[in-house]
C-alpha cells in the first residue's frame, strides 16, 4: 500500500508534535484523522494544510469512558480502516515529592497510560482485520531518570516502554509493529510551561539561566526541532523496514543513550 492510501490517527493533533505529524503525513499524501479534546487547536492545525489534505476532526476527551473504541470507529465509518496509529496526545505536571498529590498521578496516568492502552487496544483490533498496521508511541528520556519534582510524568513514561514492549509482541502475529521514540527537549507549549514549574520547584529565579543551562545537558548541545522528532515518528510509521518492532528510537541529542 503506497503512503497516498494510508489512514492514520495521530492523537494530541492540536498543537505541537501533533500538528508537526499532521502537516508530515498530509504532505505524504496520507489521510489523517486529527485527535484533540481542543477544538480550536485542531481547526488552527487543518488550517495550516493544503485544502487537497484528506483530514478528520475528532474532538474527543481520550479519558472518557470508551473513547479509544470511538475514535477508530469513527475512523472505520468514514476511511474503511486503520494503517497508523501515532499516541503523542501527553500530560505532565510539575509536584515536589513531598507535594504529591493521587488527583495529579491519576490524570497523568489516565491520559498516558490508560488512554495510550485502550486505544492501541481497538487500533490493533481494527489493523488485524485489515492485515497489519503500525503503532508509533511517544515516550521520553524521564522514564530512565530520577525526578522528584516530576515523578508522576516520569512514571508514565517508563510504563509508556512496557507497554510498547508488550503490545508489539502481542500483535506480532497480525503484522502490526510497535515502537517508540523518545524526544529531547522540543520548544513546545506544554514544555515551556513544565520548565517554568519546574524552575519555581528549583528556586531558581532567573529562567533564561535555567533553560540555557537545562539545554548545555544535550550532548549536540541545542534543543530538539519539533520537524527533527516527528521526522522520526514518520520514518517509523511509513519508511521503516516492517521487521522492526518492540524498539525505542532516541531522538534526543544524546540526551536519552542505549
Known sequence: MSSGEMRAVVTGAGAGLGRELVSMFAARGVAVAM????????EATRGGLP??????????????????????????????????LVNNAGYGA????????????????AINVVALVMLSRAAGEAMKRSGGGRIVNITSPASRMALPNYAAYAASKAA??????????????FGITVNSVSPGMMDTEMQRVTERALARAEGREDFEEFIAERTRRAPLGRRAG????????????????????????NASGGMDRD
Open 35 to 42: 485527535v484533540d479534546r481542543d477544538a480550536a487547536g485542531l
Open 94 to 109: 510539575i509536584e515536589p515529592f513531598f507535594e504529591m498529590s493521587a488527583g495529579l498521578w491519576n490524570r497523568t496516568l
Open 51 to 84: 485544502p487537497a489534505a484528506r483530514t478528520l476532526s475528532i474532538v474527543q476527551d481520550l479519558t472518557a469512558e470508551g473513547a479509544g473504541e470511538a475514535i477508530i470507529g469513527q475512523v472505520g465509518a468514514a476511511w474503511g480502516g486503520l494503517d497508523i
Open 160 to 173: 509508556v516502554d512496557s507497554i510498547t514492549r508488550t503490545s508489539a509482541i502481542a500483535l506480532a502475529p
Open 226 to 249: 519539533i520537524d527533527e522528532v516527528a521526522a522520526a515518528v514518520i520514518w517509523l510509521a511509513l519508511d521503516a523496514p516492517a521487521y522492526i518492532t518492540a524498539e525505542r528510537l
